[in-house]
């Protein structure tokens, strides 16, 4: 996600298709040098409901934001994501 102007986001919702969960999720925030660095780790159940996350407070502001799925509840490795929210 990119964003035309740094954001210090504090909750992400994810929305998931049960039986198809990002079961480990990476949360990455890209740093004013251009790196990228890791926010957290959520983990998200195996349902078909939104889930809130919080996240934790950055030192600096952000203008892109990065989501890395290391795990699925599916055994192919599939992810099927309908929604996502920053606040």
Not at 18 to 27: A, E, Q, R, S, W
Not at 32 to 50: I, L
Not at 53 to 75: G, T
């Amino acid at each position: 996600m990119l964003f035309p102007t740094p954001v210090n986001p504090t909750k992400l919702s994810l929305t998931f298709q049960g039986g198809f969960v990002g079961t480990t999720c990476v949360v990455e925030c890209l740093s004013p040098e251009g790196a990228w660095r890791q926010m957290t780790v959520v983990y998200p159940e195996d349902v078909n409901r939104t889930q809130m996350f919080d996240l934790p407070e950055q030192p600096e502001a952000s203008s892109s934001l990065k989501l890395v799925f290391e795990e699925s509840s599916d055994f192919f490795g599939r992810i099927t994501l309908y929604g996502v929210d920053l606040f």
